[in-house]
């Protein structure tokens, strides 16, 4: 509900900016300014899924039932990294119907040049969003804690680190993998994003919980 909520008020700002200005309202900037809300919204709702269980202690009856623990974090990567998608796909279809409606009932024009480079982007930001919010959240294993770091990663930590003079920053900011996947680039810098923000996290949370007691 909060992904759909952030993605309507984008949506309603940049059609209400285009009426005003009388210009042309892009749907392909438009999709891309979804990726934005849809990358900080996409980790938080992986979050509460790899997490909640465990704090309400629900994860007790999951292991009576499957056993095999990695088998039911997999399982969590899977469901919310298709839940995300599915939701950003219908806020991407729903910006696309604005814009037919705008350019049916208003003087606005309306363009769909790059529509296809710009749901690509969007679903590569909520796409990687998602699972890094899920690794990063089965290793910490805490919400609140989960919540903090991945707040301060998406919105304060990748404009920090470009701030470091002499370090190759593109190889440890955050956003370089999904950017390298929507935009291209080079492949070492995408890599190693890859491996600090996904699958360090990943083993690491692979591993507390194979060894975390449940009780």
Known sequence: ???????LTVIA??????????????VSLLLMGLALPGAIVAPLLAILSVTSDWQHKDVMTFY???????????????AVTLF??????????????????????SSLE???????QGLWYAACAVLIGSISGAAVASALMSTPLAVVVVLI??????????????????YVQSSTFSNFLSEGGEVLPA?????????????????????????
């Not at 990663?153 to 593109?170: C, E, H, K, R, Y």
Request: glycine share 10%; charged share 10%.
């Open 191 to 215: 890599l190693s994003s890859a491996v600090i923000w996904i699958l360090v996290p990943a083993g690491v949370g692979a591993w507390r919980h194979r060894r975390r007691d449940v009780n």
């Open 64 to 78: 009576v039932l499957q056993p095999r623990r990695l088998a039911i974090l997999g399982a969590k990567y899977i």
């Open 153 to 170: 990663q998406s919105t304060v930590a990748d404009l920090l680190i470009g701030l470091v003079p002499n370090i190759p920053t593109s």
């Open 110 to 116: 309306v363009t769909y040049a790059g529509l296809g």
């Open 1 to 7: 509900m909060a992904m759909i909520l952030v993605g």
């Open 84 to 105: 995300a998608t599915a939701v950003m796909a219908a806020i991407c279809l729903l910006a696309v119907l604005v814009a037919v409606v705008l350019a049916g009932f």
């Open 13 to 26: 700002l940049a059609a209400g900016l285009a009426v005003e200005r009388g210009g042309v309202l892009e």
